[in-house]
């Protein structure tokens, strides 16, 4: 089959490879010729597991290509992909310029019948919009068709190649049946390919994602609250994670959510509901919790030095806001850099992938590290803001003798506390049981 992805970003790139290893002629189109370029040249511009490999096998066998010739790509299609960015406007909204740009676009240059997909994140009615922006260019027949995405940064190559489900929104026959060949090579397990109308489509991305940003903001909540009571979070997720009708997935406590996806999505769906004069109070919840969670540590920190952080250097491990991918987008360590830095306090930063975006937003505010143990040199203490892999069994003795103090600020529960007390460490971690008294200083960033 012959698609055209419009967007060369995280979404569009991560398709496009994948539906041309399983044989489609795919051509991703992008306006930003310096990416088309790097591209072509086999240069990933994001770091996702695998996918390099992927590209370059595709582009090699022709599968594969790049360009900025939206109108070439646009008649040479059956399938035409919509992957470019909905940033969020002020007000939480998502913008829909680049996805209604696109539309414009086809509408103006197709010649036959062609299948339209949104795979962008959009807001319910965004097919309505999709559809109308086209008809006002064009004759020609055309179907628009619902198709989010639910990909993780760090494993977004196994969830495009085996996904839990397809979810499919069109109200056309002929589009339901090619968006269900499309997809065959990655569902021959089972997997089910869901077809529902449109606004069914677009509004299951954003509940999928604001319920799973409202288990980690309970679990955020119950975490807090075994500062308080004694209790040990850990124990916690192991017993209700066993029950089936809640799951083991998305219940670790540590510093609130990040990324791309669900600070934007919740205040998305929040947006829409507000819009319908109606009030998702769990979801405005969910929201309050994790920007107070990101600086939770931060209280801690503070307590230890009593208040005192001016001249403090920490050594601070993780940067991006998940392992497995170089995006700090909301990641809470900016939230943790920030408040150190207007505190007085200097940071010497290391994360295996996110160092070039770190410089890029912080620039010579902070000093960067190519080699973790490096940046504990002569530091006062260790903060922990992502659960690398690399970071999980490091070298305790040798992190004891560069640290000015042997404490160590967990944000994500990578130790056992009772191993960190037999080894003269002192351990700050997010509500599990330190043999510590409970954190009551409320901090605020303004």
Same mark, same amino acid.
């Not at 449109?198 to 954003?206: G, N, R």
């Given at each position: 089959?012959?698609?055209?992805?419009?967007?060369?970003?995280? %979404?569009?790139?991560?398709?496009?490879?994948?539906?041309?290893?399983?044989?489609?002629?795919?051509?991703?189109?992008?306006?930003?010729?310096?990416?088309?370029?790097?591209? $072509?040249?086999?240069?990933?511009?994001?770091?996702?597991?695998?996918?390099?490999?992927?590209?370059?096998?595709?582009?090699?066998? *022709?599968?594969?290509?790049?360009?900025?010739?939206?109108? /070439?790509?646009?008649?040479?299609?059956?399938?035409?992909?919509?992957?470019?960015?909905?940033?969020?406007? !002020?007000?939480?909204?998502?913008?829909? =310029?680049?996805?209604?740009?696109?539309?414009?676009?086809?509408?103006? /240059?197709?010649?036959?019948?062609?299948?339209?997909? $949104?795979?962008?994140? &959009?807001?319910?009615?965004?097919?309505? =919009?999709?559809?109308?922006?086209? +008809? +006002?260019?064009?004759? &020609?027949?055309?179907?628009? %068709?619902? $198709?989010?995405?639910?990909?993780?940064e760090g494993d977004a190559l196994a969830d495009f190649m085996k996904p839990d489900r397809v979810i499919i929104g069109t109200s056309n026959a002929e589009a339901a049946e090619v968006m269900r060949t499309l997809y065959l090579p990655f569902v021959r397990t089972g997997r089910p390919v869901i077809v529902m109308d449109? @606004?069914?489509?677009?509004?299951?991305?954003?509940a999928a994602n604001s319920l799973l940003a409202t288990k980690i903001s309970f679990m955020n909540e119950m975490a807090n609250l075994c500062d308080h009571v004694g209790a040990d979070i850990d124990w916690i997720r192991k017993g209700i994670g066993t029950d089936t009708r809640i799951g083991p997935?998305?219940?670790?406590?540590?510093?609130?959510?990040?990324?791309?996806?669900?600070?934007?999505? %919740?205040?998305?769906?929040?947006?829409?509901?507000?819009?319908?004069?109606?009030?998702?109070?769990?979801?405005?919840?969910?929201? &309050?919790? /994790?920007?107070?969670?990101? &600086?939770?540590?931060?209280?801690?920190?503070?307590?230890?030095?009593?208040?005192?952080? =001016?001249?403090?250097?920490?050594?601070?491990?993780?940067?991006?806001?998940?392992?497995?991918?170089?995006?700090?987008?909301?990641?809470?360590?900016?939230?943790?850099?920030?408040?150190?830095? *207007?505190?007085?306090?200097?940071?010497?930063?290391?994360?295996?992938?996110?160092? !070039?975006?770190?410089?890029?937003?912080?620039?010579?505010?902070?000093?960067?590290?190519? @080699?973790?143990?490096?940046?504990?040199?002569?530091?006062?203490?260790? #903060?922990?803001?992502? !659960?690398? /892999?690399?970071?999980? *069994?490091?070298?305790?003795?040798?992190?004891? !003798?560069?640290?000015?103090?042997?404490? #160590?600020?967990?944000?994500?529960?990578?130790?056992?506390?009772?191993?960190?007390? $037999?080894?003269?460490?002192?351990?700050?971690? %997010?509500?599990?049981?330190?043999?510590?008294?409970? #954190?009551? =200083?409320?901090?605020?960033?303004?």
């Open positions: 089959m012959h698609l055209a992805v419009f967007g060369s970003g995280y %979404v569009g790139l991560v398709a496009g490879a994948c539906f041309a290893d399983v044989g489609n002629d795919v051509i991703c189109v992008d306006i930003d010729k310096e990416k088309i370029d790097r591209l $072509n040249k086999g240069k990933i511009p994001i770091y996702e597991p695998g996918l390099e490999d992927i590209v370059k096998r595709n582009v090699k066998e *022709e599968r594969l290509t790049f360009t900025t010739d939206a109108v /070439n790509a646009i008649r040479q299609a059956r399938v035409i992909i919509i992957a470019v960015g909905t940033p969020p406007d !002020e007000d939480g909204s998502a913008d829909l =310029k680049h996805v209604l740009d696109v539309a414009r676009l086809i509408g103006k /240059n197709m010649k036959d019948f062609k299948i339209v997909v $949104n795979k962008s994140t &959009v807001p319910v009615g965004t097919a309505d =919009k999709v559809t109308t922006e086209i +008809k +006002k260019h064009t004759g &020609v027949d055309f179907a628009v %068709v619902s $198709n989010p995405e639910f990909l993780k449109e @606004k069914s489509a677009e509004l299951t991305k954003y997935y998305f219940i670790f406590a540590g510093t609130g959510y990040g990324g791309s996806c669900f600070p934007k999505d %919740v205040r998305a769906i929040i947006k829409t509901a507000d819009d319908q004069k109606f009030e998702l109070k769990i979801l405005k919840a969910v929201e &309050v919790v /994790n920007e107070q969670q990101k &600086v939770i540590l931060l209280s801690k920190i503070e307590q230890y030095f009593e208040n005192n952080l =001016k001249g403090k250097t920490f050594a601070l491990w993780g940067l991006s806001f998940k392992p497995k991918t170089d995006d700090m987008r909301e990641a809470p360590a900016i939230n943790m850099i920030n408040a150190l830095i *207007e505190r007085g306090a200097k940071i010497n930063a290391h994360d295996p992938e996110a160092m !070039e975006e770190a410089k890029r937003i912080f620039g010579p505010k902070i000093h960067l590290f190519q @080699k973790r143990y490096d940046a504990l040199e002569g530091a006062d203490g260790l #903060i922990i803001m992502t !659960e690398w /892999n690399q970071f999980r *069994e490091p070298d305790f003795y040798l992190i004891k !003798e560069l640290l000015k103090k042997p404490v #160590i600020f967990d944000g994500r529960n990578l130790y056992q506390p009772s191993r960190m007390r $037999n080894m003269g460490i002192d351990y700050y971690c %997010v509500g599990r049981s330190s043999g510590r008294s409970p #954190i009551t =200083k409320k901090v605020t960033i303004e």
